[in-house]
Structures are given as structure tokens and as C-alpha cells.
């Protein structure tokens, strides 16, 4: 996951984080095509119709996963879709603070 399409140079923090995931995408990537929308599916339902206990966290879990997918993938897309994945994260975010807030 090089920046080959960037000049900027890679700081210590992305190259660490990079090799450190590299064993899970590896095997994310050697899975079935719709495993990884099954999970964010999966974690997003919870999030939305489970109880306030186990719905929150499945709200973090996948806004901690698509955070680190759009960390990943940051140096090789578009602004546009740079702030897609932010908005994304944050909308997840925003949510399950509502869920807290109505209880």
C-alpha cells in the first residue's frame, strides 16, 4: 500500500500502521468478495435496531473499521472521496451519540 501515486513521503506513523495491517488485509483480500460489506453490513444493523448496549458498540466498531479502511486508503484516492470517508465516519459517529442521548 505505497503512495506511488503521491509525493508526499510517507511519514513513520503511516508505514507502521500500514505493515501492521498488512496481515489482516492480506486476509480480508483472500476472502470472499462480499465478506467485508457482509461485516459492515452485519455491524451497521446491530448498530441501528439492537439494544443500546450492544448497538453502540457495533456503531464504534464500524466507524473504527471504515476509519482505518479511509486511513489506509487515504494517499490514493480523490478529495471527494477523502471526504466521503470522513462524512461517513462521522455520520456513525454522530449516530451512536444520538442513540446515547435518547437512550
Given amino acids: 500500500m505505497s503512495s506511488a501515486s ?4 510517507v511519514s513513520p506513523l503511516r508505514a ?6 498488512y496481515p ?7 476472502m470472499p468478495k462480499l465478506t467485508l460489506p457482509g461485516i459492515t453490513l452485519v455491524l451497521a444493523l446491530v448498530g ?3 439494544p443500546l448496549a450492544v448497538g453502540v458498540p457495533a456503531l464504534i466498531l464500524l ?3 471504515l476509519g482505518w479502511l479511509g486511513f489506509l486508503s487515504w494517499p490514493v484516492v480523490s478529495t471527494g ?3 466521503m470517508r ?3 465516519v462521522l455520520v456513525i459517529l454522530l449516530f451512536a451519540v444520538s442513540r446515547i442521548a435518547n437512550g
Fill in 48 to 50: 441501528v435496531f439492537a
Fill in 16 to 21: 507502521r500502521i500500514t505493515k501492521a495491517s
Fill in 6 to 9: 503521491s509525493s508526499q513521503p
Fill in 63 to 65: 466507524a473504527l473499521l
Fill in 24 to 30: 489482516v488485509v492480506a486476509r480480508l483480500h483472500g
Fill in 81 to 83: 472521496a477523502r471526504g
Fill in 86 to 88: 470522513v462524512f461517513s
